[in-house]
Every structure is written in structure tokens, then in C-alpha cells.
């Protein structure tokens, strides 16, 4: 009876490692497949080059708009007080009409 239950523990043993070791190299192989690849790799740098070109177009746009917002404030600010004649521009013809 001891030698049939030694028998049967070492039986589940192996089984039990056996188990362990095919789920450690099934793990093993998802990894691998998970794994960021030199090719996928290459396509996240394009990825990320494209999107700093993106926000640098955008940051020079923003720029441009803030030039415009202080340019017009200053035109409204300025508006207020008494225009000099060295700052009037040259008077503009008016359009001539053909009836």
C-alpha cells in the first residue's frame, strides 16, 4: 500500500511539472508573438515622426493666430486716440461706376 501511494505521488508530480512546463512555454510563445519587432518598431518611429511634424504645423498656426489677435488689438486700442497725418495711408480711389 506505501509503495502504490509513493507510486501515485510521483505520479501527480510529473503531471503537475508536465502541466507547469507547457504552460510556462505557451506563456513563453504569446510573448514572443507580443513582442515589439525591429519592423514594428521602424513603423512606430514613421508613426511618431508624422505626429511631431503635425504639432510643430500646429504650434507655427497658433503663432500666427496670437500675431494676428495682438496686431488687431493694438489697431482697436490705437483706434481711440487722435490719428497723426503721418500714419494715414494714401487715400484709395473710389471705384468708378460703368452704367
Known amino acids: 500500500m506505501n509503495v ?3 507510486d ?9 511539472s508536465g502541466w507547469m512546463l507547457k ?3 505557451t506563456h513563453r510563445e504569446k510573448m514572443k508573438g507580443l513582442s ?3 519592423d514594428g518598431l521602424a513603423s512606430s518611429d514613421e508613426r ?3 505626429v511631431e511634424q503635425a504639432v510643430e504645423s ?4 497658433i503663432e500666427r493666430i496670437g ?3 495682438r496686431f488687431v488689438t493694438k489697431l482697436l486700442n ?3 486716440q487722435p490719428v497723426n497725418a503721418q500714419r494715414l495711408p494714401a487715400a484709395v480711389p473710389e471705384p468708378v461706376r460703368i452704367a
Open 4 to 6: 502504490l501511494f509513493n
Open 8 to 16: 501515485v505521488a510521483i505520479a501527480i508530480v510529473f503531471v503537475i
Open 23 to 25: 504552460t510556462w512555454l
Open 36 to 38: 515589439i519587432t525591429k
Open 48 to 50: 511618431l515622426a508624422r
Open 58 to 61: 500646429i504650434a507655427l498656426e
Open 67 to 69: 500675431e494676428g489677435q
Open 78 to 80: 490705437d483706434s481711440g
